[in-house]
């Protein structure tokens, strides 16, 4: 009787046909993953998904036409991010908005870092970072159309780009990786409560930019100090 073939062949054992000898698995396409996790990101922090908003699985394979793998692995990544959480019985849900103690839990964060983070970036920045900060900041000086949904959406992603790089100018990459988790969030709660802000703002960044320029810490570092104060003022009303 023979035995049926399993797919398995003993070591130095001859296959009968070339088909037989060389069997891969199928992959799925590089980057697939990466993909999936950045089309869920952009949906979140746009609010095209709101925050405390069930997730499923299944409905995401079925938009995006993936398998549920990727789909669970982004889900993954996106939990480790704090922009999803998983919830027994219930599955994935986006992250809720931040309430008034957790807004405020950051601010203080927030002062007690990112000031450093400026005067790290004004002793250590090279001068090519400084010059790529100086052309990110001049997109994002305002214009007449500044105070629309999608201006100021855009306007919301280049902040966070903005003190992202000057976080990794301290060389630290938990200050970076902390304070990119921080704004995530920080920028759901704005674009929930977006306002006439953009000029303000935009001002208090080329303050600190020059500071940063010129190199002068004892500024860089008073100048965010004063940018992440007022920042608290225009949104502690939503909280």
Known sequence: MV???TGIEKIGSAPESQAEAVVMPIRRPAGLVDEVYNRVRADIMSLKIPPDTRITIESLARTLG???????????????KGLVTKQHLIGYCTAPILNRVQFEDIHEIRLLIEPYAARQAALKMSEEAIGELGRLLAKMRPRKDAETRSAYDLFAEQD??????IAQATG???????????????????????????????????????AIETRDADAAEASMRRHIQKSHARFSQFA
């Open 3 to 5: 035995p049926p073939k």
């Open 66 to 80: 993936v398998s549920q793998t990727p789909i669970r692995e982004a889900l993954s990544m996106l939990e480790a």
């Open 160 to 165: 966070s780009d903005l003190h992202e790089r």
């Open 172 to 210: 630290n990459p938990l200050i970076a990786d902390s304070l990119a988790r921080m704004h995530i969030h920080l920028h759901i709660f704005r674009l929930c409560y977006a306002g006439n802000i953009t000029s303000d703002a935009h001002e208090e960044h080329e303050i600190l930019f020059r």
